[in-house]
């Protein structure tokens, strides 16, 4: 009887606790969603989930020593949120309180960013014209991280910042050719920024975090990654960053001096086929891109094929020693003024002089037009293209640069091939290679009759380290040994006794080049008034290390290889200087130019 007269009591107690439970929380949820839901839901309005970017760091491009020729800072952008732009009180260090009004908030921003309160309301207002509950308007774009923070004192709570990555160029216009640049949002459009993106590229990432609409600021411990970022990876050139600087430096000052148009010049390493320079003048910094006119962003040394003239002279002779129809020093031609061939071609040299019995070495010192056909119709057409090809002449390089252009090369037998360019294409003309296929057909004659690919990349090193390399291919034989040595040589001889021999003397080294002086074709079948001049060698000659390649567009004021020339000296000599290069030993030997 007391055992059911207790239970009964518990069961009776805990229905009371029950009901008073019961009546706790429907005396809470009266007073949650009838006496204080107004204001409640002020609160809620006041705190919001809001999502935002993790910028990932677009990846840098470095020299072959590491310097930095583009990368990535931080920089802000300043917005504003329209609906809730309005006076404030300002708390200061010794707790008074003042009222700032919107527009002397609006004055203070504005002499932070060099803008007017006035501007700034003015986008404030037009936001809310469009959108009377906008929440978001842009004041300032990527504003560097001292102004970042002048704002951030301020204390405006309708304001704030975002992060916003933005590419700088620290070496300015230095390989501004090749390293091009992006967009005012940070999209590549020119140069290796767009052609190795797949290497340069970010991935943003995402995250969310809970703001009050007190302050915009992130409430403690609310902000979850949803996506993370991934860095892009570093690329890196072959391109000594100095190097280029000087032979830009060298490149502008001809190029003023001579009134000429633009200029290239190329360094190429003669054992590897790494661009070690590759200066085009004028030259775009990517830090200003407007400065430059849209014809001069790029770079013409992989873009403008241009017939090349004599330097070319020295393909044709090389093939023709290698096929083992002529050698260096071995009893030559009759070289007239006019040549004129059975097939009714008409050739003649640069100025009158009576027959000369001309070796090839002397053909090419002369720089003889008809003593060089006369060689060349020694071998096929067919034969001589093939050679020409194998140099690298009619096909893009390996780099494959944006824009980069095969050049011009005619097939024997085709409409483009008659009688007239049979022999032109032995000197130079009827045929049109950029400044770095010339650069690279001399680094062949230099490495001993080997061409090597010609690389401007040497690989890149993603965010975690793991480093991707060109692929390195091996050479391929174009020409002997001995031929060609023996091109080499007559290079040399070109240089010792060629007419600009004081103008690129290089003391201590043997040097071994040749120039170039070509019409320019107007694109309606005839040539422009002026020509473009060039140089092309190797040195040491006895054992090569650098190769350059300098072409000038109708300098005005010295129209002939004169102009191109003191470029090459001066480049050539930078070039051996600064990589401690050996002098030579032996003197260049003795050749005939005549028998």
């Excluded at 990932?56 to 504003?80: F, Q």
């Excluded at 709570?157 to 090749?178: K, T």
């Excluded at 990432?205 to 007190?214: N, R």
Aim: net charge negative.
């Amino acid at each position: 009887m007391n055992t059911s007269r207790a239970r009964s009591r518990r069961i009776f107690i805990a229905a009371i606790l029950l009901i008073a439970l019961v009546g706790v929380f429907v005396v809470r949820l009266v007073d949650i969603q009838v006496v204080r839901a107004a204001e409640l839901n002020r609160d809620a309005e006041g705190k919001r989930s809001i999502e935002r970017v993790i910028y990932g760091t677009r990846g840098d491009i470095v020299d072959a020593n590491g310097t930095v020729l583009s990368g990535s800072v931080m920089r802000y952008d300043v917005t504003v949120s329209p609906k809730n732009a309005r006076g404030f009180e300002r708390t200061a260090d010794d707790g008074t309180k003042t009222t700032v009004t919107r527009e002397q908030a609006a004055a203070e921003l504005g002499a932070v960013l060099g803008m007017t309160g006035e501007s700034i309301i003015a986008i404030i207002d037009s936001a809310l014209a469009d959108n009377p509950k906008s929440d978001f308007a842009y004041i300032s774009k990527q504003v560097d991280i001292e102004t970042y923070r002048a704002v951030e004192e301020l204390g405006i709570p309708w304001q704030s910042r975002e992060r916003h990555p933005s590419r700088v160029y620290p070496n300015g216009a230095v390989a501004g050719n090749l390293v091009g640049f992006v967009g005012d949002e940070g999209d590549p459009l020119a140069g290796l920024e767009l052609s190795e993106d797949s290497c340069l590229a970010s991935d943003d990432g995402l995250e969310s975090y809970v703001s009050s609409g007190a302050d915009f600021v992130a409430l403690p411990d609310s902000t979850v990654t949803l996506e993370q970022a991934k860095d892009g990876g570093q690329l890196g050139l072959t391109i000594d960053a100095d190097l280029q600087w000087f032979t830009q430096q060298v490149a502008l000052a001809q190029v003023e001096a001579t009134g000429a148009q633009w200029a290239t010049v190329v360094v190429q390493n003669a054992k590897t086929g790494e661009l070690l320079a590759v200066a085009d003048v004028p030259t775009v910094d990517p830090n200003n891109i407007a400065a430059t006119d849209a014809e001069d962003r790029g770079s013409r040394s992989f873009t403008t094929p241009y017939e090349p003239g004599s330097t070319y002279k020295a393909l044709t002779a090389a093939a023709v020693v290698d096929a083992g129809k002529a050698t260096a020093t071995s009893p030559g031609v009759i070289a007239p003024y006019r040549y004129l061939p059975p097939n009714g071609a008409n050739i003649n040299d640069s100025s009158y002089h009576e027959d000369e019995r001309m070796t090839l070495t002397g053909v090419l010192i002369d720089s003889s037009n008809t003593g060089m056909s006369m060689f060349g119709e020694m071998i096929s057409d067919e034969q001589r293209t093939d050679y020409m090809k194998a140099f690298g002449i009619g096909r893009s390089t390996e780099v494959g640069f944006l824009g980069e252009e095969p050049g011009i090369l005619h097939d024997p037998g085709t409409d483009a091939w008659d009688n007239q360019t049979k022999y032109t294409t032995m000197f130079g003309q009827g045929v049109a290679t950029t400044a770095v296929q010339i650069a690279s057909a001399y680094q062949t004659i230099a490495n001993g009759g080997v061409r090597m690919p010609v690389s401007l990349v040497s690989g890149c090193t993603a965010a975690d380290g793991t480093v991707t390399e060109k692929p390195s291919t091996e050479g391929t034989r174009v020409i002997s040994e001995d031929a060609a040595t023996q091109t080499s040589q007559m290079l040399e001889r070109v240089y010792l006794e060629g007419w600009l021999s004081e103008a690129w003397n290089i003391p201590g080294y043997r040097v071994a080049a040749k120039t170039g002086t070509a019409q320019v074709p107007d694109g309606s079948g005839g040539y422009q008034s002026g020509y473009l001049v060039s140089v092309a060698g190797f040195a040491p000659a006895d054992d090569p290390q650098y190769v350059v390649s300098v072409s000038i567009m109708d300098p005005v004021k010295m129209n002939s290889s004169a102009a191109s020339a003191p470029v090459f000296q001066k480049v050539m000599s930078y070039a051996l200087k600064k990589f401690r290069t050996i002098p030579s030993g032996a003197p260049a030997p003795e050749l005939p130019s005549r028998w």
